[in-house]
């Protein structure tokens, strides 16, 4: 039982941190960014060169 609220917590932990990320990109990139956030494309979305990035 332990093992499975530990593993809960981690889940709830990682969904957390994603959300946290996407508000902080949305309100940093005047277009936003997409519902459907990946590492790759929030490191496409920061890359300095924004104006040949798409998402």
């Given at each position: 039982m332990l093992a499975?609220?530990?593993e809960r917590r981690?889940?709830?932990t990682?969904?957390?941190t994603a959300n946290q990320l996407h508000a902080l990109l949305?309100?940093?990139l005047a277009g936003g960014v997409p519902t459907q956030l990946t590492a790759s494309?929030?490191?496409t979305?920061?890359?300095p060169d924004k104006a040949t990035n798409s998402y």
């Open positions: 499975l609220m530990d981690n889940n709830l990682a969904a957390r949305r309100q940093l494309r929030a490191a979305a920061l890359a």
